[in-house]
């Protein structure tokens, strides 16, 4: 289909309603199919659009509008959970596991027990904070005892040094023992020889959910050995990779939306917080963005594929829909109304330099005589050009 760029031409519609065999359907389309045009004079600017046509071919008007408008980068990117929300449970003493009840995604609270270890050395260890704790008041006594003696000179250098070494040397295994028991959650403060045990808790230290479990009940966990993964979801974030090419144009505090495989229609605004400083060997950079809005973490699924759009710093602009942009030899025009008659419109092509493109809007470099009163032919404006 051609169209029409003349001063003051009128485009007339006409139908071709023949048929060469009886029997033959009438075209639902064939009106619209039959406006044709001649071509305008070279160098024309105006354009005669009529009623017909118009209403024929659904074509709409709008007004420029003026906001704020960036360039975007595309990213690729995956929820991420930052360091502090994971955590590996091992034991810092070997012991065999029992009490192992965990699923993977079940829910765990700050303090619960996850399963136990039971380990004879755990008997042994009990036994000497007890026994060394108890000798500790006579090696006090007795250091204080021969410091008096050596002050009033009755008693040897000697024998005062060695009662302070004893006292001093008890006192550093005791506290060492308490501190060693504190690791294996047992209180060296509320224990007796009647509550020794075989058997310690391991307790989680935070909130969140148990993503792996390593070992099985029965099993000898060894010292450092990793046995169950949790992870917190309080404070997830968008872990977006970069090309290098556009590290240099991205900075924290630029806004980010982001999209999720399930819900492609709607968008979560982010801001960077981080941008990394080294190329990875894909050439690439992380780039980390927390939400704006803390509440829809609730709903991100750590490891979630994501893409999202990294908003450049921003720029007041001009700003029409997209397809009120026509390209023509690639250079862009619009047609602004310039006159409206009985039987029309009268058109003016305007030349406009695109910018940034945002929520199917394109920007545009300000125009002369282009403003919010301005009427633009927003849709179907290629038939015409």
Not at 192 to 218: L, Q, Y
Not at 277 to 302: M, W
Request: with cysteine.
């Amino acid at each position: 289909m051609k169209s029409i760029q003349s001063k003051y031409i009128l485009i007339g519609a006409f139908a071709v309603l023949t048929g060469a065999f009886s029997g033959c359907g009438k075209d639902a389309n064939t009106a619209a199919e039959s406006i044709e045009v001649a071509k305008a004079p070279e160098g024309s600017t105006e354009i005669f659009l009529t009623a017909e046509q118009f209403s024929t071919m659904e074509m709409e008007w709008g007004n420029p509008t003026q906001g704020d408008f960036s360039n975007e980068i595309s990213v690729q990117g995956t929820v991420g959970i930052p360091v502090e929300g994971m955590q590996e449970i091992s034991a810092y003493f070997g012991g065999y596991v029992s009490g192992l009840k965990l699923l993977e995604g079940q829910a765990v609270r700050k303090g619960q027990v996850l399963f136990y270890l039971e380990n004879p050395d755990f008997i042994r260890l009990q036994q000497d904070y007890l026994e060394t704790s108890s000798q500790l008041a006579y090696l006090k006594a007795e250091f204080e005892r021969h410091r008096t003696l050596y002050g009033e000179q009755i008693s040897a250098q000697k024998n005062y040094l060695k009662a302070e070494a004893d006292y001093q040397g008890a006192l550093a295994k005791s506290q060492s023992l308490k501190k060693q028991l504190s690791l294996i959650n047992i209180n060296a403060d509320q224990l007796t020889p009647e509550t020794i045990r075989a058997k310690v808790p391991v307790s989680s230290p935070i909130n969140g959910f148990v993503e792996d479990v390593h070992v099985v009940p029965g099993a000898f966990l060894p010292a450092s050995g990793k046995a169950v993964t949790l992870l917190n979801k309080d404070h997830l974030h968008i872990e977006l990779f970069l090309f290098e090419k556009d590290a240099p144009r991205v900075h924290p505090g630029q806004k980010v939306e982001v999209s999720l495989p399930d819900s492609p229609d709607k968008d979560l605004i982010a801001q960077i917080y981080v941008v990394g400083q080294s190329i990875n060997e894909e050439r690439q950079i992380n780039v980390h963005a927390h939400l704006v809005n803390e509440e829809e973490e609730k709903s991100l699924i750590p490891g979630t594929f994501v893409q999202a759009m990294v908003q450049l710093d921003p720029q007041q602009s001009w700003a029409l829909p997209e397809n009120a942009l026509v390209e023509v030899d690639g250079d862009y025009f619009i047609l602004v109304q310039k006159e409206k008659m009985a039987q029309g419109f009268k058109l003016e092509k305007v030349k406009v330099t695109p910018g940034a493109k945002s929520h199917g809007k394109t920007a545009i470099q300000p125009v002369k005589g282009v403003d919010e009163s301005t009427v633009v032919l927003v849709k179907g404006g290629f038939n015409l050009l």
